[in-house]
């Protein structure tokens, strides 16, 4: 293990080396693919400006709480340094998946297993805070939430959950698939029948609550606008 942990290593400073300028970078070593993350800025919270030696500790320091309840659901962590972090790879992500060739009731099979899976997080009272489709990925029976860097903004850990929901939704609904509607169902039904009732009547809720916001992506809705197009899809599937 002693050995296998310095060839880790030794191959993760020779890429980073190499690339001195990318955050995310991957390599195979003997089959296995890994992936490093580096404590780099990633330019999203730009206006937050948090620090990113904070951000680094904060993805680790979540994970690390996510995995005490469920170790299955985060990455798994074969090294972490001060200035980066290796996991393994968890296989493809569920926006390639939906964009493969798999069958249908395989591809909604899975995302009845994701639904399940945030449902089984936030009975734990686990947030993610952006379960985006190309942040979770599926092999072997075995989904893995990526990312956990996520700032969350308020301190309702109910609202919060409502969020996450509504955000996986979402990601569906960004795509325009053609079975949108069969695939929003089979993350719902997961979801649903794993205990997240209660959530799903938040989210209702919390849409109800930003009417506003509803009004306005109804009537922007002829100019189809990606993200417009994706939130008002949320509001008429959540009635």
């Not at 074969?78 to 968890?90: H, R, S």
């Not at 997240?196 to 509803?214: D, N, P, Q, V």
């Not at 008002?232 to 599937?237: G, L, T, V």
Request: hydrophobic content about 35%; overall charge neutral; aromatic content about 10%.
């Amino acid at each position: 293990m002693m050995m296998e942990a310095e060839r880790i290593r030794g191959m993760a400073e020779q890429l980073i080396r190499e690339n001195p300028k990318e955050r995310i970078i991957d390599f195979t070593l003997e089959g296995q693919k890994y992936w490093i993350k580096r404590k780099l800025g990633n330019g999203r919270n730009q206006l937050v400006k948090y620090s990113v030696e904070k951000e680094f500790y904060y993805e680790i320091a979540r994970m690390t709480i996510a995995g005490r309840f469920h170790s299955e659901l985060v990455p798994d962590v074969v090294l972490l340094t001060p200035d980066y972090m290796v996991t393994l790879d968890g296989g493809p992500t569920l926006k390639n998946i939906l964009g493969s060739k798999r069958p249908e009731e395989e591809k909604e099979a899975i995302l009845e297993e994701t639904g399940a899976a945030l449902a089984a997080l936030h009975h734990d009272h686990i947030i993610h805070g952006r379960p985006a489709l190309r942040d979770i990925t599926y092999r072997d029976g075995r989904l893995t939430f990526l990312d956990w860097e996520n700032r969350l903004y308020s301190r309702n850990r109910e609202t919060l959950k409502a969020i996450d929901f509504l955000l996986l939704l979402q990601g569906i609904c960004r795509e325009n698939y053609r079975e949108e509607k069969s695939r929003v169902a089979a993350v719902r039904r997961g979801y649903e029948e794993n205990g997240g009732t209660e959530t799903i009547e938040e989210a209702r809720r919390f849409l109800k609550s930003h009417g506003f916001i509803g009004g306005l992506v109804h009537f922007l809705s002829p100019f189809r606008m990606k993200d417009i197009e994706s939130v008002r899809k949320i509001y008429d599937y959540m009635k």
